[in-house]
């Protein structure tokens, strides 16, 4: 049966895909930091695989998924990367632990995972990368600014291994959703209220469901990135017609 190996697993949006998958069939692992998380998904879903993982050590990645594909016979048939995390406030006013932090989980984590997966989507034909980037990659937000820059490293990340791993038949996709209704969304920042927090992890699990099987225009079109919710895709789109100083003026209007 087809698997899926999903950081950040054991809560939100990573747990929701978790379910998604698993109810499919699929053989499902989720990793994550917190051992009581994974000790409740264990007692909840006996049948998915967890192991703890710290996405911003190289070593854990190679132990973690060597662990998850000796079940597997080797193959991987997606990662998805979804761990990460966010601390609100202006640059000047949270501290440099949390800035470290977010850039080593949200941005190098997700390297990290890409290189250390590759042989095993290699091994596997079909094989897809899913990295979870952000509504907050379409124009740098203020409030969220290391978050916000770390999910435009993400895309271009994304954009860039599309290319690179094309020869290697891995299809490499990112997710695009706005606020959703996880911990993750448990901040102050001005965008939650301007723009409410309404999708929910399920609606982003669907579309990494979706992702990973692509439409026949999904495939000629080359897609790789999949926008949640109808306001995450007007805003996308609005972005790239837009002239700047418009598009500053929205983003400005909705989270200052």
Do not use: C
Not at 124 to 135: D, K, M, Q
Not at 138 to 143: A, D, E, K, M, S
Not at 163 to 185: F, H, N
Not at 211 to 239: C, E, F, I, K, M
């Amino acid at each position: 049966m087809p698997s899926i190996f999903i950081t950040g697993g054991a809560a939100g949006i990573g747990l929701a895909t978790a379910e998604h998958f698993a109810a499919r069939g699929w053989t499902v692992g989720v990793y994550d930091v917190s051992e009581d998380a994974l000790a409740a998904v264990s007692a909840a879903h006996p049948d998915i695989v967890t192991g703890v993982l710290d996405v911003r050590d190289p070593e854990q990645w190679d132990k973690a998924l060597a662990e998850f594909t000796a079940r597997t016979g080797g193959t991987l048939d997606v990662l998805d990367n979804n761990a990460g995390i966010l601390v609100a406030g202006d640059l000047t006013d949270i501290s440099t632990d949390a800035i470290k932090a977010q850039i080593e989980i949200d941005a190098l984590g997700v390297t990290y995972g890409a290189r250390a997966a590759h042989p095993y989507l290699k091994a596997t034909p079909g094989s897809h990368l899913v990295n979870i980037a952000s509504a907050s990659a379409i124009y740098g937000q203020p409030g969220i600014a290391t978050y916000s820059a770390s999910k435009f490293y993400v895309a271009g990340l994304t954009e860039a291994l599309e290319l690179e791993w094309e020869g290697d038949d891995i299809r490499v996709v990112s997710i695009w959703p706005l606020w959703a209704k996880t911990a993750l969304a448990d901040t102050d920042a001005k965008s939650t209220q301007t723009l409410g927090i309404r999708i929910t992890p399920e609606q982003v699990a669907e579309k990494v469901w979706d992702s990973v099987h692509p439409t026949a225009s999904d495939r000629l079109l080359r897609r790789t990135s999949y926008s949640v919710g109808l306001q995450t895709t007007v805003l996308g789109n609005a972005a790239k017609f837009i002239p700047n100083v418009l598009n500053r003026t929205v983003n400005k209007f909705l989270s200052v």
